[in-house]
């Protein structure tokens, strides 16, 4: 009976911590994130995935493949951090390992195009 009751105190107290600590951090974090997430969902919208789906047809899919999976040493696309734009417009713009560098050849609203189709298709926050 003591060790139940001993049981019961412990379980108690853990979810007493737990639920003090849940509520602290979100606050934190929604601070910090919440600006960013909702400038990127506006980078999500049907008619820019559709431009950068056209565009990814024409100048990606040869290397990267039609689910983005890669293969011959490219990138997995659906893997790419939806917090980090900038390392994919610098990737597109400056070139990576065996990607060329697209720079004077795409604008920045061509690779924003393109950021918004690759980020609908997946990506990791």
């Known amino acids: 009976m003591k060790i139940r009751k001993l049981i ?4 108690g107290m853990l979810l007493c911590i737990l639920a003090a600590l849940t ?3 979100p ?5 910090e994130v ?7 969902m506006a980078e999500f919208t049907p008619d820019r995935i559709q431009k950068g789906r056209t565009m990814y047809k024409q100048l ?3 290397c990267h ?14 893997m790419f951090p939806l917090h980090d734009r900038d390392r994919f417009f610098n990737s ?21 195009f393109l950021w918004s189709y690759v980020g609908s298709r997946g990506g990791t926050l």
């Open 34 to 40: 919440a600006a960013p997430l909702n400038e990127r």
């Open 92 to 112: 597109v713009t400056n070139g990576k390992r065996a990607m060329p560098p697209w720079k004077g050849i795409l604008t920045d609203e061509d690779i924003a």
């Open 60 to 62: 990606c899919l040869r």
């Open 27 to 31: 606050v934190q974090a929604e601070e």
């Open 8 to 11: 019961y105190l412990i379980s």
């Open 65 to 78: 493949g039609p689910e983005m999976v890669g293969g011959n040493n490219a990138f997995d696309l659906r």
């Open 23 to 25: 509520l602290v951090a």
